[in-house]
């Protein structure tokens, strides 16, 4: 009994040291906006603060999965724009979300956060979330809705097992309801469907986090100089 307990401490260990030897974590903050039914084609229309923390498992140099959180603001009105229409609907919202989702990223270049300084890459990422819609628009009786994240971004190390990312981001809802407005009457219609969207742009810092073992040889690379 006590060999299958060591031999299971260590197995769990083993995976421990793999699996942060393989994740970054990762927090991020800028403005998320909104785009549907009142704001049809502007993307950085009426911005809001927005931020969040993220998990990142490196599968490879060039692919990984990311599990992220995200909250931010969310407000527009029909007033805001010179279109008849807008102007006599007279409509307007604001509010907030909260975002859950995982996503999977491509580095266009091998990439790694505890690569050498400077070492980059531009990335593409998209993934599945669910969302929760806090507004204060009548008609938003559903607030959990699915939502397919699409992002583009672009890394860089800028210290030892420290990352700067830069993205932007939009979100797909699969609901038309969360700003109140359900119907595209003419003249208005939405350039991406008739579905509500919202996005996010951002700054990211990224690290890895080590559980340091004295003596233990997988932290040779770690503990070593930097390469230049």
Not at 67 to 85: E, H, K, M, S, T
Not at 92 to 102: L, V
Not at 113 to 126: D, E, K
């Amino acid at each position: 009994m006590k060999k299958l307990r060591a031999i299971f401490f260590i197995t769990l260990l083993s995976l421990s040291v793999a699996a942060q030897k393989s994740a970054d974590y990762g927090i991020y903050g800028g403005v998320s906006s909104y785009l549907g039914d009142i704001n049809t084609s502007r993307l950085f229309y009426s911005p809001l603060p927005a931020g969040g923390l993220f998990y990142r498992y490196n599968l490879h140099p060039r692919q990984s999965l990311r599990a992220n959180v995200l909250i931010g603001g969310l407000q527009a009105r029909d007033l805001d724009f010179n279109n008849p229409y807008q102007t006599a609907r007279d409509s307007s919202f604001s509010g907030n979300f909260g975002e859950g989702a995982i996503q999977f990223e491509f580095n266009f270049l091998p990439y790694s956060t505890q690569g050498r300084r400077w070492n980059f890459t531009p990335y593409i990422a998209a993934g599945v979330g669910v969302a929760y819609f806090s507004t204060d628009s009548p008609g938003n009786s559903k607030p959990i809705q699915p939502v397919l994240p699409f992002s583009i971004g672009f890394k860089v190390n800028i210290a030892k097992n420290l990352g700067l990312e830069v993205e932007y981001g939009f979100r797909k809802t699969f609901y038309d309801n969360f700003d109140g407005l359900t119907e595209n009457i003419e003249p208005q219609h939405t350039w991406l469907h008739n579905n509500d969207w919202y996005s996010f742009a951002g700054v990211a810092f990224t690290w890895k986090i080590f559980n340091k073992l004295v003596g233990c040889p997988a932290y040779d690379d770690v503990d070593a100089p930097r390469r230049r």
